[in-house]
């Protein structure tokens, strides 16, 4: 089960030590429902047969979408700038860029090399808002978006894969420690997929 952390103590340069896991929450969805107008026996077992069919049909969908999204994620060539951040852009944004000090909204998902997501604003169904540039995340968070050092600045709209070194992250500290275990262990690469949404 992936564990979801309260931003500002994930994304800030200086996360505080009492940062605890919290589950996720798994939203359920209906992939079919019954009319009212099946009323006799008949009429529902014909729906249930589609319901069945569908059911399956829909499974088949999202495999194949499971693999396809795998392609993408393993299709992703990284370019290696000076700093030693790595990008790879899903999406080249069509918006203006930001700017040092502007209050900017981005939706992401943060994991480690091992694929296990640590933080999703996605999960919380709201982006992030930060000032960039001035030290409110970390530091591969504003080289990624602002650009500088061989990385190109993120345009609004646009979607990219940021690897981090541990030197633009959280370094040997790590982050969400507790009881000596850390959400984030010390001397971690991260990967964040980033969509730079606009302004704030």
Same mark, same amino acid.
């Given at each position: 089960?992936?564990?979801?952390?309260?931003?500002?103590?994930?994304?800030?340069?200086?996360?505080?030590?009492?940062?605890?896991?919290?589950?996720?929450?798994?939203?359920?969805?209906?992939?079919?429902?019954?009319?009212?107008?099946?009323?006799?026996?008949?009429?529902?077992?014909?729906?249930?047969?589609?319901?069945?069919?569908?059911?399956?049909? *829909? %499974?088949?969908?999202? $495999?194949?979408?499971?693999?396809?999204?795998?392609? @993408?994620? !393993? @299709?992703?060539?990284?370019?290696?700038?000076? $700093? &030693?951040?790595?990008?790879? +852009?899903?999406?080249?944004?069509? =918006?203006?860029? !930001? @700017?040092?000090?502007?209050?900017?909204?981005?939706?992401?998902?943060?994991?480690?090399?091992?694929?296990?997501?640590?933080?999703?604003?996605?999960?919380? %169904?709201?982006?992030?808002? *930060?000032?960039?540039?001035?030290?409110?995340?970390?530091? %591969?968070? +504003?080289?990624?978006?602002?650009? &500088? +050092?061989?990385?190109?600045?993120?345009? !609004? =709209?646009?979607?990219?894969?940021?690897?981090?070194?541990?030197?633009?992250?959280?370094?040997?500290? &790590? !982050?969400?420690?507790?009881?000596?275990?850390?959400?984030?262990?010390?001397?971690?690469?991260?990967?964040? +997929?980033? @969509? *730079?949404?606009?302004?704030?």
């Amino acid at each position: 089960m992936a564990t979801t952390l309260l931003l500002p103590s994930v994304l800030s340069p200086t996360p505080p030590s009492s940062s605890a896991p919290s589950p996720s929450h798994h939203q359920t969805i209906s992939l079919t429902s019954i009319p009212a107008s099946c009323s006799n026996n008949n009429n529902k077992h014909a729906v249930l047969k589609l319901t069945r069919r569908h059911t399956i049909g *829909f %499974g088949l969908v999202l $495999s194949v979408f499971d693999v396809v999204t795998s392609a @993408e994620a !393993a @299709e992703c060539e990284f370019t290696v700038a000076d $700093s &030693g951040l790595a990008f790879c +852009d899903k999406l080249l944004g069509y =918006g203006s860029q !930001a @700017e040092k000090g502007q209050l900017i909204k981005a939706h992401y998902v943060g994991k480690l090399e091992s694929g296990t997501v640590f933080d999703s604003s996605y999960n919380r %169904g709201k982006p992030l808002t *930060f000032r960039i540039g001035v030290g409110e995340v970390i530091k %591969g968070w +504003d080289q990624g978006i602002l650009g &500088g +050092d061989g990385v190109p600045p993120m345009l !609004a =709209g646009g979607k990219q894969t940021l690897k981090l070194p541990l030197e633009l992250g959280y370094g040997q500290r &790590g !982050a969400g420690c507790r009881g000596g275990y850390c959400i984030i262990p010390p001397d971690s690469v991260l990967l964040f +997929d980033v @969509e *730079f949404i606009g302004k704030a």
